[in-house]
Nanobody
Framework: QVQLVESGGGLVQAGGSLRLSCATS????????MGWFRQAPGKQRELVAS??????NYADSVKGRFTISRDNAKNTVYLQMNSLKPEDTAVYFC???????????????WGQGTQVTVSS
């Protein structure tokens, strides 16, 4: 069983910073991609940032403010969030696409989410 555990959320004032971490555990042979999504009350879950190999992708709303990075040795992904705005308030979820065996089926797993609240 593969688990993703997020940490680092909390309450911060507008303009502040937070760093989210997502650690994986379980029988993972390789991870194809990892990403961060968020879901605000009454809204659909949206992609914030993703990383696959050395390639990164960001939502337009966070470009220049957020940075995604990955520690391959630890199978951990981070999201550095700077210049936070009240509209960044949401539950942030970690996501990973991984294989249990070489050339095997690709699975998707999600973390339980961590709350980020930005006050004005």
């Amino acid at each position: 069983q593969v688990q993703l555990v997020e940490s680092g959320g909390g309450l911060v004032q507008a303009g502040g910073s937070l760093r989210l971490s997502c650690a994986t555990s379980g029988s993972i042979f390789s991870i194809n991609a990892m990403g961060w999504f968020r879901q605000a009350p009454g809204k659909q879950r949206e992609l914030v940032a993703s990383i696959a190999g050395y390639s990164t992708n960001y939502a337009d709303s966070v470009k220049g403010r957020f940075t995604i990075s990955r520690d391959n040795a630890k199978n951990t992904v981070y999201l550095q969030m700077n210049s936070l705005k009240p509209e960044d308030t949401a539950v942030y979820f970690c996501n990973a696409y991984w294989r249990a065996q070489p050339a095997g089926k690709i699975f998707a797993s999600w973390g339980q989410g961590t709350q980020v609240t930005v006050s004005s």
